[in-house]
């Protein structure tokens, strides 16, 4: 009894301790896991929709031609001549630029999300640079594609020539391999 007498002083401010550390830890723990869950449901998963929409638009443009549509990225007065040789009961005829303008509207949906998450501590490096790729790519297409339909005459060489890089297919596999990561861990 004395024994416990002379311990007790020591134990209770001990177990306070240790009971506080841990539910400190406890508290760290949980805001990590609402951290991942809102980069997971707030920017990496709208992210991918975002680029499922634009790929099934890209594939419905390409549609039965996709030796003559390799890259939505051409000079844009190339991708007119083309839809404008389709036959007159083919939709993409007529519609085929507002389809590029929603896909460009949908980039820029994305573009803003990256740009606000990309500096998240919980980004793997290799889906950042990826990230940085497709910001780049994004904004290339854009501002190149606005020029060229800007009337500004564009140098005859440029005419059946990317006007900017193709879409950089790294990004896809990146962001799927950051999704899984997130995921894995938030789930523990």
Known sequence: MTALKEWLPIVIPLVALLGGATGWWLQRRKQKQERRRE???KFL????????????????????????VPALEYFPQELKKFF???????????FWRSEIDEIQ???????????INIGSTLLNPTFVQASVTLL?????WRSKWNYALSGI???????????AEVFPQAFE???ASQIQQIRAVTRS
């Open 173 to 175: 596999t990146e962001l």
């Open 45 to 68: 998963l709208p992210v991918d929709v975002i680029l499922k929409q634009n790929k099934a638009a890209f594939d419905k443009l390409q549609k039965g031609h996709e030796q003559e």
């Open 84 to 94: 404008a040789s389709l036959p007159d009961s083919d939709p993409r005829k007529v």
């Open 39 to 41: 980069l997971l449901e």
């Open 153 to 163: 005459p564009i140098p005859a060489a440029l005419e059946n020539e990317l006007l």
């Open 105 to 115: 509207a949908r980039n820029q949906k994305a573009a803003s999300l990256i740009e």
């Open 136 to 140: 780049d790519h994004i904004n290339g």
